[in-house]
């Protein structure tokens, strides 16, 4: 039995995997919190919350394990020492970016620079896109926005705060929304509350602020979104021509209402963990 885990800054994603049977379910556990846990009692508590993931209904253990990960130092050994308690086993196997694989080429000039689930992202998406070109999306605490031309050459991409930090950012720097931020209802399509009247909700502006920062995050990641992908899909697919937009991350549904429906978005939450799996069974 194999396990494919996605370690990000925000979670850990994972799944079993045994031969000749459909993947598991994927699974999340949250990380330690650094400002409350660190050293023996984070491990304890990350090893508490992977425990029940990383065994079968008969308790059986996986003899291999290939991690993605793009944390730091300190957050890897902790997760190594998590795993080492579990699975003491099993061969734990941390993937790196080739220059190419699975017809995949990295645009990067250094390539070891290029994230490692960002390429797991871009191969799986190659794989689907039945010789398309490609734009791969990932919205976890980073926005990642990568292109694929129909041959798979990573032809380049884009780095955005993603929806939290973004919010996050506000909190710090302007600790006089705090309120605001609290209440703040989640990312909308570009349109006022329905309590406001009709001029305001048609020109898509908030009569508080809460309301206000919502739809301000939706204006800027949807405009962004559909600008870049109007032009790439101009760029890579001439005369009419289809891009493939592959939709993934944890918060891949919140920007799913912000793309124009022209660009067919197909979200593919589990694209990561596909991914790694492909990477990790290539033959290089």
Same mark, same amino acid.
Request: aromatic share 4%; with cysteine; proline share 6%.
């Given at each position: 039995?194999?396990?494919?885990?996605? +370690?990000?800054?925000?979670?850990?994603?994972?799944?079993? =995997?045994?031969?000749?049977? &459909?993947?598991?379910?994927?699974?999340?556990?949250?990380?330690?919190?650094?400002?409350?846990?660190?050293?023996?009692?984070?491990?304890?508590?990350?090893?508490?919350?992977?425990?029940?993931?990383?065994?079968?209904?008969? /308790?059986?253990?996986?003899?291999?394990?290939?991690? +993605?990960?793009?944390?730091?130092?300190?957050?890897?050994?902790?997760?190594?020492?998590?795993?080492?308690?579990?699975?003491?086993?099993?061969?734990?196997?941390?993937?790196?970016?080739?220059?190419?694989?699975?017809?995949?080429?990295?645009?990067?000039?250094?390539?070891?620079?290029?994230?490692?689930?960002?390429?797991?992202?871009?191969?799986? &998406?190659?794989?689907?896109?039945? /010789?398309?070109?490609?734009?791969?999306?990932?919205?976890?605490?980073?926005?990642?926005?990568?292109?694929?031309?129909? =041959?798979?050459?990573?032809?380049?991409?884009?780095?955005?705060?993603?929806?939290?930090?973004?919010?996050?950012?506000?909190?710090?720097?302007?600790?006089?929304?705090?309120?605001?931020?609290?209440?703040?209802?989640?990312?909308?399509?570009?349109?006022?509350?329905?309590?406001?009247?009709?001029?305001?909700?048609?020109?898509?502006?908030?009569?508080?602020? +809460?309301?206000?920062?919502?739809?301000? =995050?939706?204006?800027?990641?949807? &405009?962004?979104?559909?600008?870049?992908? &109007?032009?790439?899909?101009?760029?890579?697919?001439?005369?009419?021509? =289809?891009?493939?937009?592959?939709?993934?991350?944890?918060?891949?549904?919140?920007?799913?209402?912000?793309?124009?429906? +022209?660009?067919?978005?197909?979200?593919?939450?589990?694209?990561?963990?596909?991914?790694?799996?492909?990477?990790?069974?290539?033959?290089?």
């Amino acid at each position: 039995m194999n396990c494919y885990i996605d +370690a990000g800054n925000s979670r850990i994603k994972g799944r079993l =995997q045994r031969r000749s049977r &459909a993947p598991d379910q994927p699974f999340a556990v949250e990380w330690p919190t650094r400002e409350d846990e660190s050293g023996r009692q984070a491990v304890d508590r990350l090893a508490d919350g992977l425990d029940p993931h990383l065994a079968d209904e008969k /308790k059986r253990r996986p003899r291999q394990i290939a991690v +993605a990960s793009v944390v730091d130092e300190e957050r890897r050994e902790q997760l190594e020492a998590a795993l080492e308690r579990l699975c003491p086993e099993a061969r734990v196997r941390w993937l790196g970016v080739p220059r190419k694989c699975c017809n995949v080429r990295v645009g990067y000039p250094d390539h070891h620079a290029l994230g490692v689930d960002r390429f797991c992202a871009m191969i799986e &998406a190659h794989a689907r896109a039945d /010789k398309h070109p490609v734009v791969v999306i990932n919205a976890g605490t980073a926005i990642t926005l990568d292109l694929l031309d129909a =041959q798979g050459n990573h032809v380049g991409g884009l780095i955005l705060p993603g929806v939290r930090a973004q919010l996050a950012g506000l909190r710090q720097l302007a600790p006089g929304l705090s309120d605001a931020l609290d209440a703040v209802p989640g990312i909308k399509p570009a349109q006022a509350a329905e309590t406001v009247d009709t001029v305001t909700r048609d020109l898509g502006v908030a009569t508080d602020t +809460a309301t206000g920062l919502a739809l301000g =995050q939706g204006w800027m990641l949807g &405009a962004t979104l559909n600008q870049m992908l &109007a032009l790439w899909t101009e760029r890579l697919a001439p005369g009419g021509g =289809q891009v493939r937009v592959f939709l993934s991350g944890g918060d891949a549904d919140r920007l799913e209402g912000l793309i124009d429906p +022209a660009f067919a978005v197909r979200v593919e939450p589990d694209l990561v963990l596909a991914g790694i799996a492909r990477l990790a069974r290539a033959r290089r």
